[in-house]
């Protein structure tokens, strides 16, 4: 007989934070091991509101290929 393990579903989510007096994104998966998160990319640029720092986010979000989170699964 032939188990096979759970496929890993990695689907990035964005995360929209204030820091230091200004705002900031971050895109993470889940870790394959143990539990929480991996940070795959985040904002280097500080951002004056919540809202600009969410459009900025959305769209490097969208804009990662599409195997760049298994990728960093491991």
Do not use: C
Request: no cysteine; net charge negative; hydrophobic share 40%.
């Amino acid at each position: 007989m032939t188990t096979r393990s759970p496929a890993v579903h990695v689907s990035p989510m964005l995360h929209v934070f204030e820091q230091e007096g200004g705002w900031h994104w971050g895109i993470t998966i889940p870790r394959s091991a143990g539990g929480g998160f991996k940070l795959i990319a985040y904002s280097e640029r500080t951002f004056n509101g919540e809202s600009e720092a969410r459009r900025d986010g959305s769209r490097a979000l969208e804009n990662l290929p599409e195997n760049a989170a298994l990728a960093f699964a491991s």
